[in-house]
C-alpha cells in the first residue's frame, strides 16, 4: 500500500515552454534514474531514484582525510545547511546549489546491493570506508528508503572498517546493527553539532535535529558503549563563537559523553559562500559587511581570527576536560588554511580494540581518548 501511494506521486518531465519555479520539480537527465517521486510527507522535497553503477568513491590522491573511499548514498540533503561545503556538488548533476540542494534529493536505492558487489571483489583490501563526508545518510530521506542498514551489514560482514558522520538521530534506529557490527570491525561514530543554541539552528540548519536532540544522541551512543566524536564545525564569527557559546557547547559535549572534540571555523567556498552570503544579508544585516570583511574573496576566514578562535577552543576545551588534544582543527594555522582541515575527533576514525578489551568504556571518554588525529 505505501509503494502504491509513492507510485501515484511520481512525476512527468515537463513540457519544454512551461516555466518551472525554483526549485523544479522536473525530470533532469541523471544517469540511470528510475523515477522522480513528491510526497506529502516530505513536502518540498523531491526524490530522484537512481540505479548506481557503483557506491564506493575513491578519495584523490594527496588529499589529507584519514580514509581512502567514501560512500555517500543521497546528493542533495533536506537538512537545509546554510553553510553546508558540498553545495556546489549539486551543481555537477545540472541542479543549483542554492534550493535545489535542499530540496532536490538524489536516492541510489540499491546502494547495498551495488556495494556487496563491490566488496566482494579480489582486489578489495579492507580499508576504512566513510559515510557522511559529502551529504548527510541519516537525513530525513533515509526514514524512507532505509539504505543504512544494508550498507553498515554488507561493510561489517566483508571486515571493513566504518564511520559515520551525521546530523541526523535517526541513527539511533540503528544502534543495535552498530553494536552487532563494532564486534566485527572497528567502527567510528560522529556527530555534527557546534552550537547549543536552538533559535540559531533552526535558522541556519533548518531540516536538522535540534541541538538537545543531538546531544541525546551522543549520550545514547555512549551509553551502548559505541565511540562518539563530534565535529564541532562550523563555528560562526559573531554567532557563535562568544565565551558565553562556546562554554555551553563544550559542557553540553562534556556532559554527553563525547570521546573527542574538533572544533573549526565557518568555511564557505565557492558555491556555499554565494548562499551564506544571502542569508547573512537578509537574517543578520549588521553582520554582512562584516563578513565580507573577515573572509575577503577567499573560503576561510582570516588568520587573526582563526588564531583567535583557537585560543577560545583550547581553552574551552580544557576547562571541560577534552585533555591531551590540539583544540583546533586548523592545526598549524599556516598560509595555506588548506593544510589545516584533516584533524577527525577521537571515535570517528575507526580503531581495533586489543583483544579482549573494549575500545570505549565509560571513563575512557575523559582519560586520553580525546586526542585527535
Known amino acids: 500500500m505505501d509503494g502504491m501511494r509513492w507510485d501515484a506521486q511520481a512525476l512527468m518531465p515537463r513540457p519544454a515552454e512551461t516555466a518551472a519555479p525554483t526549485p523544479s520539480p522536473a525530470l533532469l537527465p541523471l544517469a540511470g534514474l528510475v523515477r522522480s517521486i513528491t510526497t506529502p510527507e516530505f513536502a518540498g522535497i523531491t526524490f530522484h531514484e537512481v540505479t548506481a553503477k557503483s557506491v564506493l568513491n575513491k578519495v584523490p590522491a594527496g588529499s589529507r582525510m584519514p580514509f581512502e573511499w567514501t560512500i555517500n548514498p543521497y546528493r542533495g540533503c533536506s537538512h537545509a545547511c546554510v553553510y553546508c561545503f558540498a553545495r556546489k556538488s ?52 533515509e526514514g524512507r528508503y532505509q539504505l543504512m542498514p544494508g550498507i553498515i551489514t554488507a561493510l561489517a560482514e566483508s571486515g571493513t572498517p566504518l564511520s559515520i558522520l551525521t546530523k541526523g538521530t535517526l541513527l539511533a534506529r540503528d544502534i543495535p546493527l552498530l553494536k552487532s557490527a563494532a564486534a566485527e570491525v572497528p567502527v567510528g561514530i560522529g556527530i555534527s553539532l557546534a552550537m547549543t543554541d536552538e533559535a540559531l539552528s533552526e535558522a541556519i540548519e533548518p531540516g536538522t535535529p535540534g541541538p538537545r536532540a543531538r546531544l541525546k544522541l551522543v549520550s545514547r551512543l555512549r551509553e551502548a558503549g559505541l565511540p562518539c566524536g563530534v565535529m564541532a564545525m562550523p563555528i560562526l564569527p559573531w554567532l557563535s563563537d562568544s565565551d558565553e557559546a562556546l562554554d555551553a557547547l563544550f559542557a553540553s559535549l562534556a556532559a554527553a559523553g563525547a570521546t ?21 544579508a537578509a537574517n543578520h544585516p549588521g553582520l554582512a559587511g562584516r563578513y565580507r570583511r573577515l573572509y575577503g574573496t577567499g573560503s576561510y576566514a582570516s588568520k587573526e581570527y582563526r588564531s583567535w578562535l583557537a585560543g577560545k577552543v583550547r581553552y574551552f576545551k580544557a576547562r571541560h576536560g577534552f585533555t591531551n588534544t590540539s583544540g583546533f582543527s586548523h592545526r598549524d594555522l599556516e598560509d595555506d588554511p588548506r593544510g589545516e582541515e584533516a584533524e577527525y575527533p577521537a571515535g570517528i576514525i575507526p580503531q581495533a580494540a586489543a583483544p579482549g578489551q573494549a575500545l570505549y568504556g565509560k571513563k575512557a571518554a575523559f582519560e586520553g581518548q580525546a586526542t585527535l588525529f
Open 90 to 141: 549539486h551543481t555537477y548533476l545540472d541542479f543549483d546549489a542554492g534550493l535545489d540542494f535542499d530540496s532536490q534529493v538524489v536516492v541510489k536505492v540499491n546502494a547495498a546491493e551495488v556495494l556487496r558487489k563491490e566488496l566482494a571483489k579480489p582486489s578489495w583490501t579492507r580499508p576504512q570506508v566513510a559515510l557522511g563526508t559529502n551529504t548527510d545518510p541519516y537525513q530525513r530521506a
Open 260 to 280: 573527542g572534540v574538533t572544533a573549526g571555523a565557518l568555511y564557505i567556498k565557492p558555491g556555499t559562500r554565494e548562499w551564506f552570503m544571502k542569508w547573512i
